[in-house]
């Protein structure tokens, strides 16, 4: 089934370690995108990629980096994760033109949780 | 002021019920506007899109845009217990090149038999 593949599910993590959330699409979709959802602040965009080779910044970067070397993944780091990055992160991908409204596609979430 | 504001709810009405969920907007630029579902634990799911503004239908469910009124609304007829999820509606618009979508927080949906 053509989808978005992200592991793991789910996560428990000490502070300070590093965490890397993997997310694989094969849709051949040109865009991806890592959100956060969170309780009250809905989806957020952390990073997101509009073609292999190219990454930029959303709404909430800080602590995430991102990596795009093909098209097919798009693996979100936590560098030295802390516990306000508790959180259910959802990988999305789109084929992103000039034209016509994006659609996104999304995975079924990694939960995240920072102790 | 956000650029996109939804009710989160919980919104519950009993089966059968006609339902209807909305979004206002900040941004007159915005031209497409999407209406997602999330089951709990699951990730967003398309529901419908339209353009501009309008009315689109598909099955029980129907979309309608006043951009006047920076007003979306997703109505449901004829709701069942299945329907209970979380609605997000989200919208973006084109300006030369890539754009991103703005989501709503999202309206939680409980249908009771």
């Known amino acids: 089934i053509a989808g978005i593949t992200q592991a793991p599910t789910s996560q428990i993590l000490a502070a300070g370690r590093r965490m890397t959330l993997r997310c694989t699409q094969d849709m051949r979709h040109n865009a991806m995108y890592w959100y956060r959802q969170d309780l009250g602040l809905g989806l957020r965009l952390i990073h997101y990629?509009?073609?292999?080779?190219?990454?930029g910044k959303g709404e909430v970067p800080d602590g995430y980096s991102v990596s795009r070397a093909n098209t097919d993944d798009f693996p979100l780091t936590l560098a030295s994760a802390v516990p306000s990055q508790t959180s259910v992160y959802f990988c999305a991908s789109s084929e992103q033109g000039f034209t016509g409204a994006n659609v996104l596609t999304f995975g079924a979430g990694s939960r995240l949780t920072v102790l | 002021q956000k650029e996109v504001e939804q009710d989160p709810g919980p919104l519950s009405v009993p089966e059968g019920a006609i339902v209807s969920l909305n979004c206002t907007y900040s941004n007159s630029a915005f031209q497409y506007f999407m209406w997602y579902r999330q089951y709990s634990r699951k990730g967003p799911e398309l529901l419908m899109y339209?353009?501009?503004?309008g009315n689109k239908e598909d099955g029980r469910f129907t979309a309608q845009v006043d951009k006047s009124s920076k007003y979306i609304s997703l109505f449901i007829r004829d709701s069942q217990p299945s329907d209970s999820a979380t609605y997000l509606c989200?919208?973006?618009?084109?300006?030369?090149?890539?754009?991103?979508?703005?989501f709503g927080k999202g309206t939680m949906l409980l249908v009771s038999p």
């Open positions: 990629s509009n073609t292999a080779g190219t990454t």
């Open positions: 339209t353009y501009s503004s």
């Open positions: 989200a919208m973006n618009f084109r300006n030369s090149g890539y754009s991103t979508l703005t």
